[in-house]
């Protein structure tokens, strides 16, 4: 079965840093793109960022460029996104999600979420 | 930036009824388009990808369909399960867009 979940969300304080982690099961997690997505209390879903299943490649969000940053390590089946400079409007749900088999940007599996907090 | 619109933001129907939902894109984006249903509480799940190809596991009353900038996710008869808001997003070009969502509320 096909499993991601997400840890490391919490709370912090404006300017402050935060690492999420998902772990991969149930698929050969290096030929898969990985993404980020998160969702504000009450609003939509709003992409993150995104990263290959070599990890060469990464693209971003304007909202996120320059403060975040993707990656993954293949040989631990683990997605990682390094969150600097966090502000009030970082605050969301945010899930990993793995991209459909040969695409990048349709994203087929989800996990539950992490709650990030960005308050002083 | 691909800006995606939803309409309507709210549909009210009842079970057993014919939900219509529709997406447009500020620009085309070929057939790169999904949808998603998010129920409260739960992550998003794929229904339909590249415009009209149903994900794994999901039903046939649903179904997808439109190219270029104009889609349409139908459900031809409502279940009490399909109650949600639903979700369209492209991926023809970075940044990946959603739409604001269509909440499907029971009448």
């Known amino acids: 079965e096909v499993q991601v979940l997400e840890s490391g969300g919490g709370l912090v304080q404006p300017g402050g840093s935060l690492r999420l982690s998902c772990a991969a099961s149930?698929?050969?997690?290096?030929?898969?793109?990985m993404s980020w997505v998160r969702q504000a209390p009450g609003k939509g879903l709003e992409w993150v960022s995104s990263i290959s299943p070599s990890g060469v490649s990464s693209y971003y969000a304007d909202s996120v460029k320059g403060r975040f940053t993707i990656s993954r390590d293949n040989s631990k089946n683990t997605l990682d996104l390094q969150m600097n400079r966090l502000r009030g409007e970082d605050t969301a749900v945010y899930y990993c999600?793995?991209?459909?088999?040969?695409?990048?940007?349709?994203?087929?599996?989800w996990g539950q979420g992490t709650l990030v907090t960005v308050s002083s | 930036e691909i800006v995606l619109t939803q309409s309507p933001a709210t549909l009210s129907l009842s079970p057993g009824e014919r939900a219509t939902l529709s997406c447009g894109a500020s620009q085309s984006v070929n057939s790169f388009l999904a949808w998603y249903q998010q129920k409260p509480g739960q992550a998003p799940r794929l229904l339909i990808y590249?415009?009209?190809n149903r994900a794994t596991g999901i039903p046939a009353r649903f179904s997808g369909s439109g190219s270029g900038t104009d889609f349409t996710l139908t459900i031809s008869s409502l279940e009490p399960e399909d109650f949600a808001v639903y979700y369209c997003q492209h991926r023809s070009n970075w940044p990946l867009t959603f739409g604001g969502g269509t909440r499907v509320e029971v009448k």
């Open positions: 149930g698929f050969t997690f290096n030929t898969y793109a």
């Open positions: 590249d415009a009209s």
């Open positions: 999600a793995r991209g459909r088999a040969g695409t990048t940007g349709t994203l087929d599996n």
